[in-house]
Each structure stands twice: as C-alpha cells, then as structure tokens.
C-alpha cells in the first residue's frame, strides 16, 4: 500500500554511491540556479546587444549538446566515473572563461567548449549518466519514485541557488559594484562548485559502473552499436524528436530569459527573482513527488501527457497578466504541476531499452532536448527585446509544448515499456565498493 508520499524504502536501499550521486545532483543544481537568475543580466552588464546574447545562449546550448553526446554516448564503455569527472572539469573550465573576460569570441569559445547552464536546468553528461548508475541500483517498480526524490533534490537545490544568485548580486550592488561587476560573484561561486563536484565524483565506486546482465548482454555484437544503441535505437530515436520538439518550445522561455523579461516588464530586482524562483522550483520539486503514485495509478505515459497539458496553458497565460504578482501567482501556478511529467519521463525512457543502453538512452534524449533548447533562446531574446514583441515567447513555448504532449500521447500510449531489469527481486542495499 503507497502512502501520500512515495515510498521511501528504495532510498534506504541507494547506498554509498547513491547517496553521492543525490550529493552531486544538489551541488549541481544549486550551481545552475545560483547562475541562471543573474546570467543573462550579467551578458547585458558586459554590454552585450540582445542580438549577441541570444546567439551566446543558443552557442552555450549547442556546445553543452554536442560535449554530451560524446560523453554520454561513450560513458558505459569508458567509464561513468571517467565522464562524470570530464563533465565537472568543463564546467569549470566555463565559469573561469566567463568569469575573467568580456570578450565576445573568448565568452564563445566557453561557451562552445565549456558546460554551463543559462536555463537553471540540466545540461552536460551528469543527468544521463547519473540515471544509468541509478536505475541499476534499485528494482524498476520503485525507479518512478526514487527519480522523484531525485528531482526534488534537483528543484530544492535549484531553488536555493537561484535564492543565493539573486541576493548575492543584490548585495553586491548595495556595496556599489555595478554592471557586470555585481554579478562576477555568482559566476565565480558557479566554476568554484563545478570544482566541487569533480572532487565528489572522484569517490564514485566501480559499483556505480555499468555491468553485464547475463551472457547474451555481454555478447552484443558491437558493430550494432550505433551512438551506443543497438536494440532499442528505433523507440529510442522517436522518443528523442518529440523529447526535442518539448525542449524547444520550453527553450523560449528558458528561466534566465524569464527572469530578464520580469526585469524589463515589471522591474523586478535580483533579490526580487531570486524569491520568486526559489517558491517557483520548490514548488516544482515537491509536485514531482506525486508522480509515482500517479503513474502507478494511471501509467507512465498517461501522468506524462496529463499532468503536462495544464500547465503549458498557464503558460500562455503569463503574459497576460497586469502586474508582476498576478504574473508571479500564474507563473507558481504554472510550476506547480509543470514537473510531474519528468521523474515518468526518466523512469520511462530506461524502461524501454536494455540496461547496457541506458547512459546512452538517456543521453541521446537528452541531448535531443539540448538541441530543440538550444534553437529558440537567439528567436526569443530577440522578441523580448521588442516591446511589442516581447510576449510572443510565451504563447511559442505554450503552443508547441502542447503539440508535444498530443503527439506523444499518440505515439506511446500504445507502447507499454518492457523492462529489461536484472533486478526481479528487492536486492537489497547497493554495494559502494567492488
């Protein structure tokens, strides 16, 4: 029998590497949140057009999909460990670039080569590569709910951080620094968490590595790996478009875009949207918790399409509203329920393939929705920069998300997942050392 909240059994059962890998989800999301309500503030303060940092977003999102894809794509035959490791090193590396210049080609070039998230949300190998060790560490029955605990880590995290990125520029400006001086602290704090995690990645066990389920798994034929797949490539490909086509309607408004335009519109202050997003992912964290009661009620893909809908119409409504409170109210609203689709999602998507496909699985999804984020930011800045124009973003985002949510409702409400799980029974504690 479930309990108003999820079952808290398998948590439990992570183990050492578990809990680690929850650790690294929280200091990395608290680093993208700390950046992502200062960042696009911080392009304008350089004296960057709203031209160039459109074209800076989209770049940043090119360049994390394509350091992803290799990474991930390779994660199980390197080694997670390895990946994860290269991936914080990146984001490292980003932070220092943006941090220390102001000029346009060499901010490029970070953001081309470097990990760094201007949504708030995931970017680089982590989350791919972290669900892969996750979902071999816990039975399939009870995934949905540990990758709701997962994300809540993520939103908590990201809540926080953006909490931090706001009031930290604030005082900055109270203690006269301005322009993009004020908002070189966040940037500063968010490579200096990059090194963290490197660090805390480095106590990651062999046990967190991918493993063989039986002979005929270790046998596959590795001329029938394509991007790391084999078997599931057809499923995973078409979850992989509409996955893209979600992420691009979400790309307009992406949360440093967001809190630009409540800037501009309304005139709110760091400190002011740093609140706001703080309430706006805790919200969205905790709504998370309820979708594995409801995908256990009503499935996967059901609690993906259903609760998703909802809250791409209060989407549309944002820019509608007179004033920043009504705005702010639509907006929490809005992120109250915009979250349960993504614990089914995952749960989903490493349902579906063999347990040596899923670092590639997820990362090929992922970066599908890196690339449909990636290609709307350079139309959206550009449209918030007319006065006109500047709710249009809105009503894009609204419109496409929904045509996501009818066409995988269309495609998969047929296509029951068939886990392939080496985990017929409760296995017990995982195991954090060889």
Partial sequence: MRAGLPQTEALRRLGTDGCLLFGTRFVRLFAYGLLSVVFVLYLAGLGLSDWRIGLLLTLTLVG?????????????????????????????????????TGNFWLLLLAAVVGVISPSGGEVGPFLAVEQASLSQIVPGQRRTDVFAWYNLVGSVAMALGSLCGGVVAQLAVGAGLAGADAYRPVVIGYATLGALLAVMFLFLSPAAEVRPVGPGDAAEPQARSFLGLHKSRG??????????????????????????????????????????????????????????????????????VFTHLP????????????????????????FSISQMDVPTRQAYTVAVVRPDERSAAAGVTGVARSVGASLSPLLSAGLMGVPALASLPFFLAGGIKIAYDLLLYRAFIAHAPADHDDHRDDPGPARSSP
Avoid: C, E, K
Avoid at 70 to 90: E, M, N, Q
Avoid at 243 to 271: C, E
């Fill in 235 to 304: 499923v995973v490909f078409r979850l992989a478009l509409l996955f893209g086509l979600d992420a691009f309607g979400g790309g307009f408004v992406m949360q440093s875009l967001l809190a630009y335009w409540l800037h501009v519109r309304f005139g709110a202050d760091p400190a002011s949207l740093g609140v706001v997003f703080l309430g706006a992912n805790l919200l969205a964290g905790v709504s998370a918790l309820a979708a594995g009661r409801l995908a256990a009620r009503f499935g996967l893909v059901n609690t993906m």
């Fill in 311 to 334: 809250s791409n119409v209060l989407l549309i409504l944002v820019p509608l509203m007179p004033s920043l409170p009504w705005a702010v109210g639509v907006l929490l609203l809005r």
């Fill in 64 to 100: 994390d999909t394509a350091i992803s894809l290799w990474l991930t794509t390779t994660a199980d035959r390197v080694g997670r460990r390895r990946t994860l490791v290269a991936g914080a090193s990146l984001m490292v590396l980003a932070g220092l670039l943006f941090a220390v």
